[in-house]
Nanobody, 123 residues
Framework: QVQLVESGGGLVQAGGSLRLSCAASGRTFSDYAMGWFRQAPGKERNFVAA????????YYADSVKGRFTISRDNAKNTGYLQMNSLKPEDTAVYYC????????????????WGQGTQVTVSS
């Protein structure tokens, strides 16, 4: 089992920044690729970004490319999502997820999920 706990969400004005953290415990963090997803009210949960086990490769949804940066620190068993130039349409609950070995972009590809953290961007 891998336990994931997100933090760092909050209320921010449009154009501002937030950094989300995802603290992992349980199995060896570096064995798992990590992804971030988000779910706006009344909408499906969608892929945001993913990072390989070593951090050597990353992938982003078009909607966040150039504004968000995914990273990880395997020594600290923690993943991050730096969000800059936030827009009201970024408002959602953000979830981190872990998948054994390889990253993916689909919800059902991930094995473990955090409880989510709310991000609200005001206009």
């Amino acid at each position: 089992q891998v336990q994931l706990v997100e933090s760092g969400g909050g209320l921010v004005q449009a154009g501002g920044s937030l950094r989300l953290s995802c603290a992992a415990s349980g199995r060896t963090f570096s064995d798992y690729a990590m992804g971030w997803f988000r779910q706006a009210p009344g909408k499906e949960r969608n892929f945001v970004a993913a990072i390989a086990r070593s951090g050597s490769s990353t992938y982003y949804a078009d909607s966040v490319k150039g504004r968000f940066t995914i990273s990880r620190d395997n020594a600290k068993n923690t993943g991050y999502l730096q969000m800059n130039s936030l827009k009201p349409e970024d408002t959602a609950v953000y979830y981190c997820a872990a998948r054994y070995r390889v990253w993916g972009t689909l919800l059902n590809e991930y094995d473990y999920w955090g409880q989510g953290t709310q991000v609200t961007v005001s206009s």
